[in-house]
């Protein structure tokens, strides 16, 4: 009799099961797209503001103490977009993999690959950590450090380092709510952490007057804070949960990763690389005041692309499950949505940061010298702000489709295949000015590859749409 009720309890449970995925389902397919896009994009869209902001705090606040310190933290950047590259590989990578198996109805497949992308971003981040230390002043000289900026540079990038683990795992965790279609609570544990962060840095810095050291370290410690709550996160509702009987490294799983992630190692790889030749060529040209300058000017940049590579988060589940479930329609049609709005708000920061450039740089290190090469730099890209919306919307469709080829060739181009060879031949024919156009350059080339990438696969999906 115990045996039947304990059989019946199971059953129930199963039912209940089924009926909470259904209602998830019919949620992301059934839905209209724009409202769904909305409501998934609100919170992603916050969560990259936030982690856009928190990652310009530093700046601000190692803005008060020297242009040195502001130098370290831009030549640090590169570092920290490596890591972030590894984490975006593994989170995008298992994310979009997760978000089509659920659409075509593979839960196991689904828990299994959150489990095992999860350990493998956490063995990425130890990896990082001990490499990193190892090699701690070859890589700030290598990044374009100088003798006067060495120290900060040493100090900020050996704490970042140790907080790698917690950056990969936070990306991962991140994407595994996000592509569940829980975007709510992915912003909330960002938030939390951001928050600590934002509380962090001035007490560290101007209080406690710990300096570059007080950054990483409100740094390190949010991003900790954010793991930490994202995994209890992954614990509610009809989340996946991760478990290590879960775990399946192995060729399958690590290959679907990859074709999934390699856009974002591609993509946040060469933001690292672009940003160390930058670097380089900026103190080349200008010295320590244009490296703080165009260090200010990535920031605003990362600032501006925050909101819309959120509003392109609310697509990628979107566009990943309609595409897991055949409808192909949708995913069409979302693209389409998140390109026209995106390219509006892109116009209005164009506008903001062509007329007021000097305002904007100044807010972060007020040195007549870094604002005059910033301000300069800023205007320039702002006129090719507009075309981000194609880029950026491109490469997430063809991303959460699988299209891993394409997606990473898209990836490349702003940051690599166009940016690498701008940065080396223009400041050779136009001195510094050549640093502060390069990116514009690149941003138009890419844009002129997507157009075509974006009409191949548009035309694919209406012929592949099942009748009736």
Known sequence: MSDEIEEIKSDSKSSNAAEEKSEKYKMMVETPVRPLILRLAVPTIISMMVTGIYNSVDTYFVGKISTEATAAVG???SVMAVIQAIGFFWGHGSGNYISR?????????????????????????????VVGLILLKRISYFLGASDATLKDTETYMAIILIGAPFTCGQFVLNNLLRF?????????????????????????????HMGVAGAAIATIVGQLISMTVLFMATRRGENIRLSMKCVKINFHYIKEAANGGAPSLARQGLAAVSTMLLNNMAGEMGGDAAIAGMSVVTRVMMLVYSALIGFGQGY???CAFNFGAK???????GYIFCVIYGTLFLVIMSTFCIV???????????????VKVGAESLRWQAFAFPLGGTLVMTNMMLQSMGRGLKASLLSSAR???FFIPAIFILPRLLGLFGVEITQMVADIMSFLLAVPFAVSEIRLLKRSEPLG
């Open 101 to 129: 198996s659920l659409g075509a109805g593979n839960k196991k497949e689904a828990e299994e690959m959150a489990s095992t992308g999860f350990v493998l971003a956490l063995i990425s981040g130890v990896i990082c950590t």
């Open 415 to 417: 940051n690599g295949i």
């Open 356 to 370: 007021f450039p000097d305002q904007i740089i100044s807010f972060f290190r007020d040195d007549p010298d870094v």
């Open 327 to 333: 409808k192909y329609d949708r995913v069409t049609q």
């Open 75 to 77: 030549i640090v950047f």
């Open 180 to 208: 569940q279609g829980n975007a709510f609570y992915a912003m909330i544990c960002l938030l939390i952490g951001a928050g600590a962060n934002i509380i962090l840095d001035p007490l560290l810095i101007l209080v406690f």
């Open 316 to 318: 990628q589940p979107v």
